[in-house]
């Protein structure tokens, strides 16, 4: 349902999707429900000349049933959803696989710096390649990201991911993603962090092998300074 305005980007972003549709289907039936029952209570106990209004008070057993059994039922379709969502979440957030390759993400008041490896596939050498606001990644390859922040709470967020990780001052957060696509989308900030929160975008370009090849190597010896 979401990717129909949204790619699905990354390998896990089904899943996400998946935890999603499970609940808007689950919590649409019951709000269909309910409501369909409300008006139906108020058409059918509306006030008619001659019928006096009954008071209830909620001791008798056959007025509690029904909010009980719905309560029950509504309790099982909570089951499925944490359920669901545990074991998305672990996948995602908990379980890292082995990196292919991998970059930094570093959130500044208001741009975001990227560093990727060079031609010898590995970060944290002379040959690696910086950018401002735009990451550059190849489609089927398995990164972990290291994400940081300078100054202030920032949010890295990748819709076409279903990312979005909250990078903190201090600390350096480890994550993957595995692009299954390519072209060029949006890169954001979800974290309200100053004055400049609504310029704060960026974009992801993922390429096929041969493409971001050819991209490393128009890069080698130089590097972009962050502003």
Not at 5 to 19: C, K, L, M, Q, R
Not at 45 to 54: I, L, S, T
Not at 56 to 71: C, L, M, Q, S
Not at 142 to 165: C, G, M, N, W
Request: glycine share 8%; net charge negative; aromatic share 12%.
């Amino acid at each position: 349902m979401i990717e129909r305005y949204i790619p699905a980007g990354s390998t896990f972003a089904g899943d996400i999707d998946g935890v999603i549709n499970l609940i808007f289907v689950l919590v649409g039936f019951w709000f269909l429900v309910s409501e369909g029952l409300f008006f139906w209570l108020l058409i059918k106990f509306r006030k008619r000349d001659g019928q006096p209004a009954q008071y209830i008070d909620g001791t008798n057993k056959d007025h509690k049933r029904w909010v009980t059994y719905p309560h029950l039922l509504v309790l099982v379709c909570d089951v499925f959803i944490v359920v669901g969502a545990v074991k998305v979440w672990y996948d995602v957030k908990q379980d890292l696989p082995e990196a292919q390759a991998t970059v930094r993400v570093t959130g500044q008041q208001w741009s975001w710096i990227f560093e990727h490896p060079g031609a010898d596939g590995v970060l944290d050498t002379e040959d690696d390649i910086r950018t401002v606001n735009e990451l550059r990644l190849q489609k089927d390859v398995l990164y972990h990201y290291k994400l940081e922040a300078t100054d202030v709470l920032h949010s890295f967020s990748v819709p076409i991911f279903r990312l979005k990780q909250d990078a903190i001052p201090g600390r350096v957060i480890t994550g993957w993603f595995e692009p299954t696509i390519t072209g060029t989308y949006d890169l954001q900030c979800a974290e309200i962090c100053g004055i400049g929160h609504g310029a704060m975008g960026a974009r992801v370009v993922i390429e096929d092998a041969a493409g971001h090849a050819a991209w490393i190597a128009s890069q080698s010896g130089t590097a972009v300074a962050a502003n």
